[in-house]
């Protein structure tokens, strides 16, 4: 019988693995850039002001759009839900 591990190893060993593109081309990566250099100017000015990103996020989301569930709130805030 093979295991699972085995077979994800020989699955492996028959498909070529992708070519990854140069940061230079990745769309990730230059997401990521864009996004630090849209917010290095915010959280300046967060950190003048003691709030963090996260609690900016969400003072944004409340002020727009009223109270609201917190799951639909952390969505919109894009934050992760604490685990239990």
Do not use: F, H, N, Y
């Amino acid at each position: 019988m093979m295991r699972r591990g085995d077979m994800m190893a020989s699955d492996k060993d028959d498909d070529p693995q992708p070519e990854l593109r140069s940061t230079d081309r990745s769309l990730a990566i230059s997401l990521l850039r864009t996004r630090e250099s849209v917010m290095q100017p915010i959280r300046e000015m967060l950190s003048k002001s003691g709030i963090s990103e996260q609690k900016w996020r969400v003072l944004r989301v409340v002020a727009e759009s009223g109270p609201m569930d917190q799951t639909v709130l952390a969505d919109r805030a894009c934050l992760l839900l604490p685990s239990r």
